[in-house]
């Protein structure tokens, strides 16, 4: 390796390990800046797989939606009240 070149590794490695430590402490310290930001990113990602045939996980039937809400939390009451 030459001389010059390896004068000028040093200061860039010490320059990206201060820029990582940086970015790590703003996303740390200001978190709410970035939440927006990261769900809208998860969300297209998941749609960019949803949308990519080989990237799709496989359909599993014993996935089931329960949607409660107040009026079906009562119904499930009353039928344990019962027992």
């Known amino acids: 390796m030459s001389q010059d070149r390896q004068h000028r590794?040093?200061?860039t490695a010490?320059?990206?390990?201060?820029t990582l430590a940086a970015i790590h402490l703003v996303f740390w310290g200001l978190p709410e800046?970035?939440?927006?930001?990261?769900?809208?990113?998860?969300?297209?990602?998941f749609v960019l797989r949803a949308n990519t045939?080989?990237?799709?996980?496989?359909?599993d039937s014993t996935v089931v939606h329960i949607d409660?809400?107040?009026?079906s939390l009562a119904a499930l009451q009353k039928q344990?009240?019962?027992?």
Request: charged residues 30%; hydrophobic residues 35%.
């Open 9 to 11: 590794t040093k200061p």
């Open 53 to 59: 045939e080989t990237r799709r996980p496989p359909y």
């Open 14 to 18: 010490l320059l990206a390990v201060l």
């Open 68 to 71: 409660l809400n107040d009026r």
């Open 33 to 45: 800046i970035f939440e927006a930001w990261n769900a809208r990113t998860q969300d297209r990602l």
């Open 80 to 83: 344990t009240a019962t027992y």
